[in-house]
T-cell receptor, first 113, second 111 residues
Framework: GDSVTQMEGPVTLSEEAFLTINCTYT??????LFWYVQYPGEGLQLLLK?????DKGSNKGFEATYRKETTSFHLEKGSVQVSDSAVYFC????????????FGPGTRLSVLP | EADIYQTPRYLVIGTGKKITLECSQT?????MYWYQQDPGMELHLIHY???????EKGDLSSESTVSRIRTEHFPLTLESARPSHTSQYLC??????????FGPGTRLTVT
Protein backbone atom coordinates (compact mmCIF):
# COMPACT_ATOMS: atom_id res chain seq x y z
CA GLY A 1 0.00 0.00 0.00
CA ASP A 2 0.91 3.66 -0.09
CA SER A 3 3.53 4.76 2.41
CA VAL A 4 6.25 7.32 3.15
CA THR A 5 9.54 6.48 4.82
CA GLN A 6 11.62 9.23 6.39
CA MET A 7 15.00 9.44 7.96
CA GLU A 8 14.75 8.68 11.65
CA GLY A 9 15.39 11.52 14.01
CA PRO A 10 16.22 13.38 15.97
CA VAL A 11 18.75 15.08 13.75
CA THR A 12 21.06 17.48 15.56
CA LEU A 13 23.22 19.92 13.61
CA SER A 14 25.31 22.97 14.30
CA GLU A 15 24.28 26.30 12.81
CA GLU A 16 25.39 26.71 9.17
CA ALA A 17 25.71 22.95 8.63
CA PHE A 18 24.30 21.23 5.54
CA LEU A 19 20.99 19.45 6.00
CA THR A 20 19.59 16.40 4.26
CA ILE A 21 16.44 14.62 5.38
CA ASN A 22 15.75 11.54 3.29
CA CYS A 23 12.26 10.66 2.10
CA THR A 24 11.16 7.76 -0.05
CA TYR A 25 7.60 6.90 -1.00
CA THR A 26 5.49 4.06 -2.29
CA UNK A 27 2.51 5.10 -4.36
CA UNK A 28 0.52 4.18 -7.41
CA UNK A 29 0.09 6.57 -10.28
CA UNK A 30 1.73 9.98 -10.28
CA UNK A 31 1.46 11.52 -6.83
CA UNK A 32 2.27 15.10 -5.91
CA LEU A 33 4.97 15.35 -3.23
CA PHE A 34 5.20 17.75 -0.29
CA TRP A 35 7.34 18.75 2.62
CA TYR A 36 5.60 20.25 5.65
CA VAL A 37 7.20 21.82 8.73
CA GLN A 38 5.77 21.95 12.26
CA TYR A 39 7.18 24.40 14.78
CA PRO A 40 6.60 23.77 18.49
CA GLY A 41 2.99 24.30 19.54
CA GLU A 42 1.75 24.94 16.01
CA GLY A 43 0.05 23.15 13.13
CA LEU A 44 1.81 22.02 9.97
CA GLN A 45 2.89 24.57 7.36
CA LEU A 46 3.52 23.76 3.72
CA LEU A 47 7.24 24.19 3.06
CA LEU A 48 7.49 23.14 -0.58
CA LYS A 49 5.95 20.87 -3.17
CA UNK A 50 6.54 19.19 -6.53
CA UNK A 51 3.81 17.90 -8.78
CA UNK A 52 5.67 15.89 -11.44
CA UNK A 53 8.89 14.00 -12.03
CA UNK A 54 12.09 16.10 -12.02
CA ASP A 55 10.30 19.12 -10.58
CA LYS A 56 12.25 20.95 -7.89
CA GLY A 57 10.36 22.57 -5.06
CA SER A 58 12.08 25.34 -3.13
CA ASN A 59 11.29 27.76 -0.33
CA LYS A 60 13.24 29.60 2.40
CA GLY A 61 16.52 28.02 1.25
CA PHE A 62 15.10 24.47 1.36
CA GLU A 63 14.96 22.36 -1.81
CA ALA A 64 13.70 18.94 -2.84
CA THR A 65 13.61 17.24 -6.24
CA TYR A 66 10.96 14.75 -7.34
CA ARG A 67 12.91 11.63 -8.37
CA LYS A 68 10.50 9.14 -9.85
CA GLU A 69 13.19 6.60 -10.73
CA THR A 70 14.23 6.31 -7.08
CA THR A 71 10.80 7.27 -5.63
CA SER A 72 12.52 9.86 -3.47
CA PHE A 73 12.00 13.49 -2.42
CA HIS A 74 14.94 14.34 -0.15
CA LEU A 75 14.90 17.70 1.64
CA GLU A 76 18.10 19.76 1.60
CA LYS A 77 19.32 23.10 2.89
CA GLY A 78 22.81 24.45 2.46
CA SER A 79 23.12 26.30 5.76
CA VAL A 80 20.68 25.69 8.61
CA GLN A 81 19.78 28.23 11.27
CA VAL A 82 18.61 27.79 14.85
CA SER A 83 15.17 28.96 13.68
CA ASP A 84 14.93 25.88 11.43
CA SER A 85 14.54 23.67 14.49
CA ALA A 86 11.22 21.91 13.95
CA VAL A 87 9.63 18.64 12.85
CA TYR A 88 9.62 17.97 9.10
CA PHE A 89 7.02 15.76 7.39
CA CYS A 90 7.22 14.31 3.90
CA UNK A 91 3.87 13.53 2.24
CA UNK A 92 2.28 12.50 -1.03
CA UNK A 93 -1.20 12.55 -2.47
CA UNK A 94 -2.90 9.21 -2.20
CA UNK A 95 -4.54 9.17 -5.59
CA UNK A 96 -4.61 11.02 -8.86
CA UNK A 97 -7.37 13.26 -7.53
CA UNK A 98 -5.22 14.53 -4.68
CA UNK A 99 -8.03 13.93 -2.27
CA UNK A 100 -6.10 12.51 0.67
CA UNK A 101 -2.50 12.51 1.79
CA UNK A 102 -0.08 9.91 3.07
CA PHE A 103 2.27 11.45 5.64
CA GLY A 104 5.63 10.19 6.81
CA PRO A 105 6.33 9.79 10.54
CA GLY A 106 8.19 13.12 10.79
CA THR A 107 11.84 13.95 11.47
CA ARG A 108 12.76 16.22 14.36
CA LEU A 109 15.58 18.66 13.61
CA SER A 110 17.48 20.51 16.31
CA VAL A 111 19.98 23.19 15.28
CA LEU A 112 22.46 24.28 17.92
CA PRO A 113 24.06 27.76 17.96
CA GLU B 1 -1.96 33.08 3.39
CA ALA B 2 -4.21 30.27 4.54
CA ASP B 3 -6.95 31.08 7.03
CA ILE B 4 -8.00 28.12 9.08
CA TYR B 5 -8.92 28.39 12.72
CA GLN B 6 -9.31 25.95 15.57
CA THR B 7 -10.80 26.50 18.99
CA PRO B 8 -10.04 25.94 21.74
CA ARG B 9 -6.25 25.76 21.47
CA TYR B 10 -5.99 23.91 24.76
CA LEU B 11 -8.63 21.96 26.66
CA VAL B 12 -8.45 20.02 29.91
CA ILE B 13 -11.62 18.12 30.69
CA GLY B 14 -12.81 15.32 32.92
CA THR B 15 -13.73 11.80 31.86
CA GLY B 16 -17.25 11.37 30.54
CA LYS B 17 -17.74 14.95 29.36
CA LYS B 18 -19.01 15.77 25.89
CA ILE B 19 -16.74 18.05 23.90
CA THR B 20 -16.75 19.70 20.50
CA LEU B 21 -13.60 20.89 18.80
CA GLU B 22 -14.25 23.68 16.33
CA CYS B 23 -12.61 24.14 12.95
CA SER B 24 -13.39 26.90 10.46
CA GLN B 25 -11.79 28.03 7.22
CA THR B 26 -12.42 31.14 5.16
CA UNK B 27 -10.93 29.94 1.87
CA UNK B 28 -14.04 28.26 0.47
CA UNK B 29 -12.25 24.90 0.35
CA UNK B 30 -14.41 21.87 -0.36
CA UNK B 31 -12.19 19.31 1.33
CA MET B 32 -11.57 19.27 5.08
CA TYR B 33 -9.76 16.82 7.34
CA TRP B 34 -9.22 15.93 10.99
CA TYR B 35 -5.95 14.35 12.10
CA GLN B 36 -4.91 13.00 15.47
CA GLN B 37 -1.26 13.54 16.26
CA ASP B 38 0.31 11.30 18.88
CA PRO B 39 3.26 12.28 21.09
CA GLY B 40 5.58 10.50 18.66
CA MET B 41 4.51 13.12 16.11
CA GLU B 42 2.88 10.76 13.61
CA LEU B 43 -0.34 12.01 12.01
CA HIS B 44 -3.39 9.78 11.75
CA LEU B 45 -6.35 10.72 9.56
CA ILE B 46 -9.55 10.21 11.56
CA HIS B 47 -12.22 11.99 9.47
CA TYR B 48 -12.56 13.80 6.18
CA UNK B 49 -15.15 15.57 4.10
CA UNK B 50 -15.27 16.38 0.40
CA UNK B 51 -18.11 18.87 0.73
CA UNK B 52 -21.31 19.81 2.52
CA UNK B 53 -23.18 16.77 3.89
CA UNK B 54 -20.24 14.50 3.02
CA UNK B 55 -18.24 12.86 5.83
CA GLU B 56 -16.05 9.76 5.87
CA LYS B 57 -14.00 7.91 8.46
CA GLY B 58 -10.26 7.95 8.01
CA ASP B 59 -7.52 5.40 8.50
CA LEU B 60 -7.54 5.44 12.30
CA SER B 61 -10.63 4.26 14.06
CA SER B 62 -11.99 7.00 16.27
CA GLU B 63 -14.90 7.31 18.66
CA SER B 64 -15.41 10.88 17.55
CA THR B 65 -17.99 12.10 15.05
CA VAL B 66 -18.01 15.01 12.61
CA SER B 67 -20.53 17.04 10.67
CA ARG B 68 -20.32 19.29 7.62
CA ILE B 69 -23.42 21.44 7.39
CA ARG B 70 -21.59 24.51 6.05
CA THR B 71 -18.61 24.62 3.74
CA GLU B 72 -16.51 26.63 6.15
CA HIS B 73 -17.21 24.66 9.33
CA PHE B 74 -16.14 21.10 10.28
CA PRO B 75 -16.59 20.42 14.01
CA LEU B 76 -15.46 17.23 15.73
CA THR B 77 -17.43 15.86 18.70
CA LEU B 78 -16.58 13.36 21.41
CA GLU B 79 -19.74 12.25 23.20
CA SER B 80 -17.91 10.90 26.25
CA ALA B 81 -14.27 11.83 26.64
CA ARG B 82 -11.79 9.28 28.00
CA PRO B 83 -8.10 9.54 28.95
CA SER B 84 -7.24 7.59 25.79
CA HIS B 85 -8.54 10.59 23.79
CA THR B 86 -5.75 12.77 25.13
CA SER B 87 -3.90 13.98 22.04
CA GLN B 88 -3.33 16.85 19.66
CA TYR B 89 -6.07 17.29 17.05
CA LEU B 90 -5.25 19.05 13.78
CA CYS B 91 -7.78 20.30 11.26
CA UNK B 92 -6.85 20.92 7.60
CA UNK B 93 -8.51 21.97 4.37
CA UNK B 94 -7.64 21.87 0.69
CA UNK B 95 -8.97 23.33 -2.53
CA UNK B 96 -8.15 22.71 -6.17
CA UNK B 97 -4.38 22.69 -5.78
CA UNK B 98 -4.11 19.59 -3.59
CA UNK B 99 -1.96 21.06 -0.82
CA UNK B 100 -3.53 20.94 2.61
CA UNK B 101 -3.58 23.95 4.92
CA PHE B 102 -3.51 23.26 8.64
CA GLY B 103 -4.96 25.00 11.64
CA PRO B 104 -2.90 25.57 14.80
CA GLY B 105 -4.31 22.49 16.53
CA THR B 106 -6.20 21.72 19.73
CA ARG B 107 -4.31 20.01 22.52
CA LEU B 108 -6.83 17.92 24.46
CA THR B 109 -6.15 16.43 27.88
CA VAL B 110 -8.76 14.17 29.47
CA THR B 111 -8.27 13.58 33.19
Amino acid sequence: GDSVTQMEGPVTLSEEAFLTINCTYTATGYPSLFWYVQYPGEGLQLLLKATKADDKGSNKGFEATYRKETTSFHLEKGSVQVSDSAVYFCAHTRDNYGQNFVFGPGTRLSVLP
Amino acid sequence: EADIYQTPRYLVIGTGKKITLECSQTMGHDKMYWYQQDPGMELHLIHYSYGVNSTEKGDLSSESTVSRIRTEHFPLTLESARPSHTSQYLCASSGHRYEQYFGPGTRLTVT
